[in-house]
């Protein structure tokens, strides 16, 4: 059983910052890449940011100057600063981490349940 569970969404004014938490428990062998999307009402999900293993980040250009990524591996934890929040950052923020289960076996993708993030104008 893995799980991933984010902590640090909220609600924050425009111009403001928030720190997102994402960490994974389980059976697991090791985690490749994780990263962060996110999803506004009637919009699809979209890339955030990502980082691997070895801390090779990934930005969307939308974010870019303004969300840090980071990861502690020893915790299994990955991060997401946000700075100078817009109100069209305005979502729920999922986690991801691709996980390898087993050496030597395909990689398996999961998901944490979402945190909102709000930005008032």
């Known amino acids: 059983q893995v799980q991933l569970v984010e902590s640090g969404g909220g609600l924050v004014q425009a111009g403001g910052s928030l720190k997102l938490s994402c960490a994974a428990s389980?059976?697991?062998?090791?985690?490749?890449?994780m990263g962060w999307y996110r999803q506004a009402p009637g919009k699809q999900r979209e890339l955030v940011a990502t980082i691997t293993s070895g801390g090779s980040t990934n930005y969307a250009d939308s974010v870019k100057g303004r969300f840090t990524i980071s990861r502690d591996n020893a915790k299994n934890t990955v991060y997401l600063q946000m700075n100078s929040l817009k109100p069209e950052d305005t979502a729920a923020y999922y986690c991801?981490?691709?996980?390898?289960?087993?050496?030597?076996?395909?990689?398996?993708?999961?998901w944490g349940q979402g945190t909102q993030v709000t930005v008032s104008s």
């Open positions: 389980g059976n697991f062998f090791s985690i490749n890449a």
């Open positions: 991801n981490a691709v996980l390898s289960m087993v050496p030597g076996w395909p990689t398996t993708m999961y």
